[in-house]
C-alpha cells in the first residue's frame, strides 16, 4: 500500500468515527429517554401498589372491628388511610393485636415505598439533566426538534409496553 | 494521483459525512423565532396556587406538622419561591438583608429565564426537602404535579439554554434556603419531634397538665426557640386573668362561659355557635389541614376573586406564610412560659362538673379531645391575626369576601361564611375556640393581640423596590 492510499484510509477513518461519536450521543438520548419514562411506570407502580395494600388492611380492619361499633365512628375510621389516625380511635385502642400489628406494617410498608419513589425521582432527575445537556450540544435545530419529537413519544408509550418485560 | 485531485477527494468525503452529521450544519441556522420574555407581573399565578395548595394536602396527611412547625414549612417553601423570582418584578425585592446570612444569586439581566419553570423546580425541590416523611400517596402526589408542570412549560419552551438556566436557579434558592432553615436547631426537622421526653410541665395550682381523655404529653414545649423571620422575643402577650378558684373571679366566670356555651350547643341550641366552632376548628390531624394551613387556603382564595398577577401571588404567600410561621413561634413561646391550665381542668377540678367535655374533634365514639398545650394564649387566634393583619395591608381593611374553604364538607359544619375584612375573619376564628370548649375567652383576646403583633413586625420587612 502506498502512502497516498493511507493518508485516505486514516482521514476516511478519522471523519468516520466523528460521525459515529454522535450517532452514539443521540442512541444515548433515547436510552436515557426510555430509562426515564421506565422510572415514571415504576413510580406509578409504588403507588399503585401502595394504595391496593391500604385498601386490604381496611378490608381486614373492617372485618376485625366490633359488631356493636356506632355507625359513624366506623365509617370514619374506614376512610382513614393513616396509621397515625387510626390509632386515635378509641376502638382502635381496644382491638386485638393482629390487626394492629397488620396496620403497623402497612405503614412501614409504605414508608418505605415512599422512600423507593424518591430514590428513584433523583434517578429521573439526572436522567433529565443528562438529556437536556446532550440535547444543548446539538447544534442543528432539525435534529434536536425531531429527537425531542422522539422523546415526547417515549414519554407517551404505555406503562403496559414499558414494564412488560420486568 | 496529484494533489488536486486528493484536496476534492477529501472534500467530497468531509461533504458526505458531514452530511450523515445531520446535528453539525456547515452553514449556521438563523435564529428566526425570537421568544417573548414573559416576566413574573404578565404571568399568571396558577404554578404558585397548585403547588401551595399541595403542599396544603401534604402536610395534612404526613405525621408531624402539627401547627407551628407546619406554619414554618410553609413559610421556607414560600419564601424561597419569592427569592426566586422576585428580583426579577417591577415592585418586589429580595428580602434576605433582612436575615444577614443569605446570598441569594442574582439575576443576569441580559439572560431570559422562564419563571414558571423555575418556580415548578424551587417548589419541587422545597417539597422534597421539607416534607422528606411525606407518604406514598403525597410523594406520588408530588412527583405528579412536577410533571405535569414540566411537561407543559418545557413544550412552550423552546429554548433548551432558557430551560436549564431556569432549571438551575429553582435549584439553587431552594437548596440555599434549605440550608439556611437547617441551621436553625430547633426548628429543622421538628415535625419528627413533637414531644419533648425530658419535658415534665410545672406542677402547681393553675398550671397546665395533660389533660383528659388522651392525656398526650406536650406538643412542641421548646417551639419558642425556634428562629423567626421577623417577630422578635419581645412581643409578647399581657399576663393573663390572675389564677383564683373563688366563684366570684373573672377567671370563674370565664370558665362558666366556656363550660355553659358547650353545654348549651351540645343541647342543640345556638346552632350558628356550633357552625363558627367547626368551620373554623381544623384541630384533627387528616380531617383538614391545620389552622395555620388554612390561612394560606384563605389567601389563595382571595388571589383567585382578585385575578392577580404571579409576582403578587408570590408576595402575598411568603408574607402570609412568615407571618403565620412567626405567629407559631412566638405563641407557643408565650404558651410555655405562661402554662396556663385548660378549661377541662379548670371545670373539672374546681367546679366539680367531672363528666363535662369538650366538642373539638370528635371520632364518632362519643370521644371528644382537648389540645395537648398550654392554653394561653390561644394558637387559632394568633395564626389567624398575624395573617389578616398582613393580607390587611396587602389587600386592604375592607374585603368583603367569603371563604369557602370548608364547602362540601359532610363530616362537620364546613358551610362557607362571608366577612367584610380580614380582621372579622381573624376575630370569629379566635372567638370559635371558646364554643368548642378548648378555649378561655382571655385566650383568644391575648392570642388575637399577639397575632397582630407579629403581622405589623412582618408588615415592616422591606419587601418593596
Redesign the interface.
Known sequence: MNQ?AL??IC??MA??M??CQ?NSS?EHIMEWAEASRKI?CQ??N??ET??EMWDKTNRELEKALPID??E??????LK???A??LR????YQEMEGPIKAKVDLTEKM??A??DS??VL?QKQQNLS?SI??A??E???????T?LQEKIKAI?NKACSKILQYE | ?NNSK?LI??FA??LF?QA??????LFE?EEDDIKEVLDPQDLDFDIARDWMDLQLEVER?T?GYRPPTAARSLAYTALAAYEAVAPATDNFRSIQTEFGVLEIPSIDSELRYNWEIVLNTCYSECL?YFY??????Q??SM?QME?AWR?QLEEEEDD??V??RS?NRGRAIAEIIYNWSTTDETGHESYLKNTDPNYSPPQGPGLWQPTYP?YAAALFPNFGDVRTFAAGKDVKVKDPLPYSEDPGSQLYAQALETMNWVNEIKAGDKYEDKWIAEFWSDDC??LTFTPAGRWIAITSQVMERNGIDLAKALYSYAKVGIALSDAGVRCWDEKYRINYLRPIDYIHEVMGETDWNTIMCP?????YFTPNFPTYPSGHATFSAAAAEVLSDIYGNHFPFTDRCHEGRS?FLGTPRSYQSFLEMAEENAISRVPLGVHFRMDSESGTDLGRKVGREVNKLKWHK
Not at chain 1, 446539538?138 to 434536536?144: G, H, K, P, S, Y
Open positions: 497516498m493518508l485516505y482521514v476516511g471523519f468516520l466523528l460521525g454522535n443521540n415514571d413510580m406509578d409504588l403507588e401502595s394504595s361499633i356506632p359513624f365512628e366506623k365509617s370514619n375510621m382513614v388511610r393513616n397515625d389516625l386515635m380511635f378509641e376502638t409504605d414508608f415505598l415512599a419513589m424518591r425521582q439533566d437536556r445537556l440535547l444543548m446539538i447544534a442543528a435545530e432539525n435534529t434536536r425531531k414519554d | 494521483m486528493l477527494g477529501l468525503l468531509l459525512l450523515c452529521r445531520e446535528d453539525a450544519p441556522e396527611f405525621p422534597g422528606p416523611t411525606a407518604p406514598t400517596a410523594q406520588s412527583l410533571r411537561i433548551l439554554e430551560i436549564e432549571i388522651d390531624p387528616i371520632d364518632g365514639s362519643g370521644q363530616e
